[in-house]
């Protein structure tokens, strides 16, 4: 006898990842950054209920940090949230291993980023999952669009290796991203 599948992965519109945002609590709230080029939320379902969301989309500003890498190469991870604290790991590892190529693909892009709140945690998840430390970013003022106070963050990315070349082109031998070069 067949049984049902005990999990899979959906893409789910922006009111259902809301909705579970709100439900399980994330702390940054709902998604409500404007459409960019990319706009890509999955849910990861186990007995036909959702367990997991991610949120993916273009980047809100047109450079990495102070990295120099452009966003026209990025995808941005925007959440990650689960309804059980330990199922955002395997959620993350599956979105970089099964959603990130397809989403990237279609969009032309080859690094995925996330930025971590240093405020809200610490970061092990990515470290843990193989993302490469890519600096920090925000923290300087307030923010110029909305007047907020800025945060502390990090900023991660995906794939290590590609991250690190794209660092290496942009960083001349003084260690500070040459701004010549921000969009290669």
Not at 60 to 71: A, N
Not at 88 to 106: K, S
Not at 175 to 182: H, L, Q, T, V
Request: aromatic fraction near 6%; charged fraction near 25%.
């Amino acid at each position: 006898m067949l049984v049902p599948p005990l999990a899979h992965i959906e893409a789910i519109d922006r009111t259902d990842l809301n909705r579970l945002l709100t439900r399980w609590g994330h702390r940054m709230g709902a998604y409500t950054r404007p459409s960019y080029a990319i706009e890509a939320h999955h849910a990861l379902f186990e007995h036909g209920e959702p367990v997991a969301v991610t949120a993916a989309g273009e980047t809100v500003r047109e450079t990495i940090g102070r990295t120099g890498i452009s966003r026209a190469r990025c995808v941005e991870l925007a959440r990650l949230c689960a309804a059980r604290r330990d199922l955002c790991r395997p959620m993350l590892r599956l979105w970089r291993e099964m959603i990130f190529p397809a989403v990237a693909a279609v969009h032309g892009r080859d690094l995925a980023v996330s930025y971590q709140d240093e405020a809200l945690h610490t970061g092990d998840l990515y470290r843990f999952d193989g993302w490469l430390l890519l600096g920090k970013g925000g923290g300087g003022g307030p923010d110029t669009r909305t007047g907020r106070p800025g945060r502390r963050m990090k900023i991660w990315a995906w794939p290590p290796d590609l991250a690190t070349a794209a660092l290496s082109r942009l960083t001349p031998p003084s260690g500070r991203p040459d701004p010549s070069s921000a969009g290669a």
